[in-house]
């Protein structure tokens, strides 16, 4: 099986990005690590806090943030970052060329239960025109992402990911601490039995 990074350089990624990546799917193997220990890590649990959404805050949701923004902050390539748990936009650094923004662990209600959770990202190029810690700098179109994806923890780490082309599926090979490629593309299917996009707020949907 191909690992991560010769997939990215061969799908052309610059090697400024591929670093960077590199850099949160350090934080999310740690994420990774943590909820597989679960109670035994102490990160079960609420706290007394609550997020920008209202949301109440879990032990795990506060550590994963921290896990991500620390990193983050000591990549000169970042110029600033937008968490779910984050009030405002976190300036890193004036000179960097990325924008990094995350939900560091979707889904954390389920936490207690050991249900499904996962952390979601994507990665902007930054604005030089616009100050660096400034909301500005996140208000861009879709389609200039260079990189979104999703790790969702389970029995086993998968990681789904695209940097403008194929979307392809890695899994944790926690042997080597890796992600190697499993799914050569994914994609969705034409045809399904499911359905959920949220209809209940179609009518609230802009009509683009």
């Not at 061969?10 to 591929?18: E, M, P, R, S, W």
């Not at 609550?50 to 991500?68: A, F, R, Y």
């Not at 995350?102 to 990665?123: A, K």
Request: aromatic fraction near 8%.
């Amino acid at each position: 099986m191909k690992r991560l990074i010769p997939v990215l350089k061969q799908d052309g990624v610059d090697t400024q990005l591929i670093m960077l990546i590199r850099t949160i799917l350090a934080s999310t193997k740690e994420i990774a690590f943590r909820v597989s220990q679960g109670e035994l890590a102490g990160v079960l649990g609420s706290t007394l806090n609550s997020n920008i959404q209202g949301e109440v805050q879990k032990k795990l949701d506060i550590l994963s943030n921290q896990l991500l923004k620390d990193l983050l902050a000591e990549d000169d390539s970042v110029m600033a970052i937008a968490s779910e748990e984050e009030d405002d936009v976190v300036g890193v650094n004036p000179e960097g060329q990325f924008l990094v923004a995350f939900d560091p662990l979707d889904g954390s209600s389920n936490i207690d239960v050991n249900g499904q959770i996962g952390t979601i990202f994507t990665i902007y190029p930054a604005q030089p025109d616009v100050a660096y810690d400034s909301t500005v700098q996140f208000a861009q179109p879709g389609k200039n992402q260079l990189c979104a994806g999703y790790v969702l923890y389970g029995p086993s780490t998968l990681l789904v990911m695209s940097t403008g082309s194929t979307t392809r599926c890695y899994t944790l090979d926690l042997t080597h601490g890796g992600f190697l490629l499993t799914q050569e593309s994914f994609s969705i299917p034409e045809f399904s039995k499911d359905f959920a996009v949220n209809m209940a707020n179609y009518r609230y949907w802009p009509n683009l």
